[in-house]
T-cell receptor
């Protein structure tokens, strides 16, 4: 089974802090994704990566950056956390592009105070 | 108009009922299709892929209609444990990284 592991289930940070969310997958997947999910807004793509050191903006990249130094690890960085970034953050991975489904981690519930 | 649209529901059905959800997509270049299940405050989990010829997995049947650009999910003999939000997902052809478009989900509640 695919295993996508996110570093924290719950996280509380303060406004202005730099926040790191880590995601690791163990299936040698090429593609990795970061989403946020808010009530009534569905899943929204923040950034994705299709190879090491490659990244592309998703639909809502503002206020975020990412890092993929190794194939198995994809990090999401909130440069200066704000209260409107309080959300559920979901990491996903998939094998290749096209007809492969994405597999999700357990999610991180991030609260910015 | 959203690229992938679902009836948000909620669908409230008794145990044992048959229930069907539809999902429409707007991009005719869509290549592959999936149904996910998401429980409250949990991550989405892959329920099944949707194949052109239709496919079945136990009580669940998925269908694809390319001409009318929709996919469907049929659940027979509903169980209490089927209560969840069901997301349809569409992958477009020729996109980097298998970028997926998610519907907002249909909420199902199965009652005793």
């Amino acid at each position: 089974d695919v295993k996508v592991t996110q570093s924290s289930r719950y996280l509380v940070k303060r406004t202005g802090e730099k926040v790191f969310l880590e995601c690791v997958q163990d299936m040698d997947h090429e593609n990795m994704f970061w989403y946020r999910q808010d009530p009534g807004l569905g899943l929204r793509l923040i950034y994705f990566s299709y190879d090491v050191k490659m990244k592309e903006k998703g639909d809502i990249p503002e206020g975020y950056s990412v890092s993929r130094e190794k194939k198995e690890r994809f990090s999401l960085i909130l440069e200066s956390a704000s209260t409107n970034q309080t959300s559920m953050y979901l990491c996903a991975s998939s094998l290749t592009w096209g007809n492969q489904p994405q597999h999700f981690g357990d999610g991180t519930r991030l609260s910015i105070l | 108009r959203k690229e992938v649209e679902q009836d948000p529901g909620p669908f409230n059905v008794p145990e044992g009922a048959t229930v069907a959800f539809n999902c429409t997509y707007s991009n005719s270049a869509s290549q592959s299709f999936f149904w996910y299940r998401q429980d409250c405050r949990k991550e989405p989990k892959l329920l099944m892929s949707v194949y052109s010829s239709g496919n079945e997995d136990g009580r669940f049947t998925a269908q694809l209609n390319r001409a009318s650009q929709y996919i469907s999910l049929l659940i027979r003999d509903s169980k209490l444990s089927d209560s969840a939000t069901y997301l349809c997902v569409v992958n477009m052809r020729n996109t980097n990284a298998g970028k997926s478009t998610f519907g907002d989900g249909t909420t199902l509640t199965v009652k005793p």
